[in-house]
């Protein structure tokens, strides 16, 4: 079973900035493309993605204030967070697009916005 590891989820003001960081097995990042999923009012749903050849893709609520990227050598891949609405909100996690069956969940990281 693959495992991933998020963090960098706090509270922030709106309009602000957060970095997020999910540390995944090795190789992975490589071979399978990924994303960041936002979990809010019971639902979770991808909010960017990244290709294994490292095409970049954003829900149309993120895109211009979201960057996803990664660092295949530490096995890491980032969600930059920038211009923090209200909306953004909710505990992030990563994960294969698509799901695969040996793919588990990791903790999340909680991302709090203040008005």
């Known amino acids: 079973q693959v495992q991933t590891v998020e963090s960098g989820g706090t509270l922030v003001e709106a309009g602000g900035s957060l970095r997020l960081s999910c540390t995944t097995s090795e190789g992975r990042l490589s071979s399978n493309a990924m994303a960041w999923y936002r979990q809010a009012s019971g639902q979770r749903d991808a909010v960017a993605s990244i290709?294994?050849?490292?095409?970049?893709n954003y829900v149309d609520s993120v895109r211009g204030r979201f960057i996803i990227s990664r660092d295949t050598a530490k096995n890491t891949m980032y969600l930059q967070m920038n211009n923090l609405k209200a909306e953004d909100a909710g505990i992030y996690y990563c994960?294969?697009?698509?799901?695969?069956?040996?793919?588990?969940w990791g903790q999340g990281t909680q991302v709090t916005v203040s008005s």
């Open positions: 290709s294994s050849s490292g095409y970049a």
């Open positions: 994960n294969s697009i698509p799901l695969g069956p040996d793919d588990d």
